[in-house]
């Protein structure tokens, strides 16, 4: 029962995140949520600090499997990346409260150390993940002031970040397409440099 139990807790841990943020989301809020006692809590995890990092693990360890699979038998190229980015920026409930935990903890990491290294070991994947996204569109490889996977990174968050904060017209569809647009922009150039 131990691993299912801590798994339960980390979803509600990650579903209290989503809804009140790092700062709300509290060890009395979780174990409500979990229907456990906090004692409980307690056992499965040293502090709430550990708690809130692992509910980032449990969404992140989630999310790149089915990130995984939306491109697992798709040819490079274009439809490729337009794969995994129509599984990033889905708009069901499991795909908000991922993008809602990623960004809490992001401004959270400011201040906390454990969850920056966190934030860093679970970027190493996605930008795997997302060099495989771009195979046949540009050369990853070739040297970058700005590695490509940085770059689709800090605008596939940005402009996500944007949809879900405030009234502006973004939906998963206009954001895949401006990254899509930056990757061919970019190969472009890229393309006519070697050119040269």
Known sequence: ????RRQQICRAAAAVVAREGFAGATMRSVAKEAGVSTGMLNHYF???????TQALVYVCERSQKRYEKAIEEVPPGVVRLESLLDSVLAEDEESIETWRVWINASGEAVRVPSLRRTIEERLGDWFALVERALEGLVDVAAPQRVP???????????????????EADLDGGKIRDEVVRMVLAGADRQAGRAAV
């Open 1 to 4: 029962m131990g691993p299912i």
């Open 46 to 52: 040293a502090n709430r600090e550990e708690m809130l």
């Open 148 to 166: 490509w996977t940085w770059r689709i990174d800090a605008l596939l968050t940005g402009l996500a970040t944007q949809a879900l904060t405030s």
